[in-house]
Nanobody
Framework: QVQLVESGGGLVQAGGSLRLSCAAS????????MGWFRQAPGKGREFVAA????????SYTDSVKGRFIITVDNAKNTVYLQMNSLKPEDTATYYC????????????WGQGTQVTVSS
C-alpha cells in the first residue's frame, strides 16, 4: 500500500531553515501530485506547496512564496520541502500528501512532522 513518511521537523529559531523529507513507497508516483500541508494548534489544515512528481509547475500558498521550495528526487522516491527564513507563524505539524493527476483528491497522507519556530 501507499506509504508516505515525513521526517526533518524540529525546533529552530526565527530566521533559520529546515528541510522536510517525505519518503514515498507502495506504487509508482509519476502520475501523482505531491503536496505539503500544515496544521497549527487550534487551526484547520492548510495547503503549503505542491508539485507534479513528473516535473512541471509548482504552487505555493502566498505566505511561503519566496521562502519555501518544494522539490522531488526521483532516484530516492522522496519529496522535499526546503523552508528558509522561518517565522513563528510557520509553527505547525507538516504533512505530506499524494493525489492522482491534476484533479484527484489528496487520498494519501503521512503521519506528520512537527516544526516549531521560536521567536
Amino acid at each position: 500500500q501507499v506509504q508516505l513518511v515525513e521526517s526533518g521537523g524540529g525546533l529552530v529559531q526565527a530566521g533559520g531553515s529546515l528541510r522536510l523529507s517525505c519518503a514515498a513507497s507502495g506504487r509508482t508516483f509519476s502520475s501523482y501530485r505531491m503536496g505539503w500541508f500544515r496544521q497549527a494548534p487550534g487551526k484547520g489544515r492548510e495547503f503549503v506547496a505542491a508539485l507534479y512528481w513528473s516535473g512541471g509547475s509548482t504552487s505555493y500558498t502566498d505566505s511561503v512564496k519566496g521562502r519555501f521550495i518544494i522539490t522531488v528526487d526521483n532516484a530516492k522516491n522522496t519529496v522535499y520541502l526546503q523552508m528558509n527564513s522561518l517565522k513563528p507563524e510557520d509553527t505547525a505539524t507538516y504533512y505530506c500528501a499524494a493525489a492522482m493527476g491534476a484533479r484527484g483528491m489528496w487520498d494519501y497522507w503521512g503521519q506528520g512532522t512537527q516544526v516549531t519556530v521560536s521567536s
